[in-house]
């Protein structure tokens, strides 16, 4: 997972040991409310989401690669992609505090920042309701917004309890298979424990791979036989695959994915991103598997 994400964004930026050394130590690790909050980097683009649903963006210097929603998010500066972070970049907007949402790398830069005079605070990442209501509370209170955060987490809640009941009727479950990339002729998919996952099942789908965690390579047998109904994907990520192409390989052709020629694709940030956004994607998704099924 993190090679495929390497070769789509590119290589990382190498760490100086010789920069590590120069700066001062401090434990910012276990920060919950960050001192300053005039200038904070956010890493993850449903960090950069939250703080802006909140009313807070005035705070922000900075934003990662992956922080493309909403559009005014874009007008700041980018410190590259949250996987593949340097701490020069980060460190080059003089932010007075980093909030990052877990996963967020390579573990070297990330150890690096935490050693620095700068607060660092991570947010989990869990691929549910209450994750997503998690990392709103933990933004608002970093930001010295807590009464704003529990208003938006209500709203937020009863927005993905309405959108989770629309496919509750349903009984004809869909097989879905998350295709992350296809390369080679070679598949990778999403297990459990994983944010196609996790969007998946509140869409009311079934994951088609449930051998595994995390997200790997499969065989052509373990593509037939997952036999799925739909082939989910997301639209920018990576190397284009047409329909021709996805739909040219033995394995994926074979099943009644491949037999319908059933695909979706959705903006990955707004399919995978688990933040305020993520209500009406489970209704988009849920549209787009079951059609009329779904109710108001």
Do not use: C, W
């Not at 990382?12 to 276990?30: K, R, V, W, Y």
């Not at 988009?284 to 598997?289: E, I, W």
Request: charged letters at 20%.
């Amino acid at each position: 997972m993190a090679s495929f994400f390497k070769r789509v964004y590119g290589p990382a930026m190498g760490l100086s040991l010789a920069f590590a050394a120069l700066l001062p130590a401090h434990a910012t690790e276990g920060t919950e409310v960050f001192a300053d909050n005039s200038k904070i980097a956010a890493i993850g683009g449903s960090i950069t989401e939250i703080v802006f649903a909140l009313g807070e963006q005035s705070r922000l210097v900075a934003r990662d690669s992956t922080s493309r929603y909403p559009e005014a998010a874009l007008g700041l500066p980018d410190v590259g992609y949250m996987r593949q972070l340097s701490p020069e970049g980060v460190l080059s907007v003089n932010p007075s505090g980093i909030l990052a949402l877990h996963g967020s790398g390579p573990k070297e830069a990330v150890d690096v920042l935490k050693k620095t005079s700068i607060p660092f605070i991570e947010v989990p990442e869990r691929y549910d309701r209450e994750g997503i209501l998690e990392k709103i509370h933990i933004v608002g209170k970093a930001l010295g917004a807590d009464a704003k955060a529990d208003a938006l987490a209500a709203e937020i809640d009863a927005k993905l309890e309405a959108a989770e009941k629309q496919t509750a009727s349903i009984k004809d479950r869909k097989r879905i298979l998350f295709v992350l990339s296809l390369q080679g002729g070679k598949i990778l998919a999403a297990g459990s424990q994983t944010a196609a996952d996790g969007i998946i099942k509140l869409s009311g789908g079934v994951n088609a791979i449930d051998g595994f965690s995390g997200y790997k390579q499969l065989s052509d047998e373990a593509v037939i036989t997952a036999r799925p109904d739909v082939i989910l994907m997301m639209n920018n990520a990576g190397p284009a695959v047409s329909d021709d192409q996805l739909f040219a390989s033995p394995s994926i052709s074979s099943t009644p994915a491949g037999v319908a020629r059933k695909v979706v694709r959705m903006d990955g940030g707004y399919l995978l991103g688990f933040g305020p956004r993520t209500a009406d994607a489970i209704h988009d998704l849920a549209v787009s598997l079951y059609g009329g099924q779904v109710t108001d």
